[in-house]
């Protein structure tokens, strides 16, 4: 089969792999339809690394994809031959303490598609998953939809971690995918006003055009004073979705006394600090999100029935043999791109 691998930092190849098989009457061979192309991977394509998961070239990435199902083991029942699928890119063992507590996405021997030392990505033809990673859509939405309920899902889980309640104030800090679909997800939780930032013009203006309360680029001016003008009490939750420190300084300023700091974007370095007399004297709350924690099937609900329509974060699509071409616009911010998808 054709796989995407990356090959060495900043360069991707199409390449030949074995077929994969079934190795458990739970799993399931899936055609992998549309693959989105994350955050993420981009730290991988750039710099080879996340913290300390490291890439060994040759490594296919992705986690964000839809698929058909092709084949399925002995003992699967939750698909069928035929079914269209979104896929959570958590694979848990459903056994430790974690799994038992309701936590799966921080099982200890949990593997994830694109994960170097886990498993890997989805950009390929083909690939095995648990059936408990799979959810059907019963064609209630499109391939493209269903892969993008996958960074639709981490939006619904911060919302849920960072408990907003309608009429609450939100800020959302970086204006990309994620960034853009906590905005989805907090308009949908009933967010009263959603004000949001990023460094690069045409995402302040994407953010504003689809429904950010207001949006801004913190290099051009004073957000905070911006934003404090609006809401001089400061505002209930801040979702931190750039993986920078300006932007989680930013944060704690924003919140009022009692506010809670979502963290949900992955910073490049190995540290990031906090102003701790202004954090205490608040008493800011700080959340870690940690991917989706079985939001899978909120998000496709969402979606299915009409209440959040993701389809305007796609700007570009692509086939697997222009796929280097992809990672490299999305990674240089050219031409506009918000969400670039892969499709097999």
Wanted: proline residues 5%; neutral net charge.
């Amino acid at each position: 089969m054709k796989a995407l691998a990356m090959t060495a930092l900043r360069q991707l190849e199409l390449i030949e792999l074995p077929m994969p098989t079934l190795r458990s009457p739970h799993e399931v061979l899936l055609q992998v339809r549309c693959v989105g192309i994350c955050g993420s991977d981009m730290h991988y394509y750039e710099t080879g690394r996340i913290a300390s998961r490291r890439v060994q070239f040759p490594f296919v990435l992705g986690h964000e994809c839809s698929g058909v199902v092709m084949a399925t083991g002995a003992a699967v029942q939750r698909v069928k031959l035929g079914d269209e699928v979104a896929v959570d890119p958590a694979m848990s063992c459903g056994q430790c303490d974690q799994c038992r507590a309701g936590r799966p996405h921080t099982c200890r021997q949990l593997r994830f598609l694109g994960c170097p030392g886990e498993a890997p990505g989805c950009l390929s033809e083909f690939i095995v998953m648990p059936e408990s990673s799979l959810y059907r859509t019963y064609r209630r939405l499109n391939l493209t939809q269903a892969a993008l309920c996958e960074p639709l899902s981490i939006a619904v889980y911060a919302v849920r971690l960072a408990r907003l309640q309608p009429g609450m104030t939100a800020g959302i800090l970086g204006a990309g995918p994620i960034g853009l679909c906590v905005m989805l997800a907090a308009r949908h939780a009933g967010a009263a006003g959603i004000w949001m930032t990023d460094r690069l013009d045409y995402r302040v203006a994407f953010a504003h055009q689809h429904g950010a309360t207001w949006a801004g680029n913190p290099d051009r001016e004073d957000v905070v004073s911006h934003i404090l003008h609006s809401q001089p009490a400061g505002l209930d939750v801040v979702f931190e979705c750039a993986g920078q420190q300006a932007a989680l300084d930013q944060a704690v300023e924003l919140l009022k006394p009692g506010g809670t700091l979502a963290i949900v974007g992955i910073p490049r370095e190995d540290r990031v600090s906090f102003h701790i007399d202004s954090l205490r004297r608040k008493e800011i709350t700080l959340v870690n999100v940690r991917r989706q924690n079985q939001c899978v099937q909120a998000a496709l609900d969402l979606v299915a029935a009409g209440a959040v329509n993701p389809d305007f974060l796609v700007t570009h699509t692509f086939g697997p043999e222009k796929g280097a071409a992809a990672f490299a616009m999305v990674a240089d911010y050219r031409d506009g791109v918000i969400k670039a998808m892969i499709e097999f």
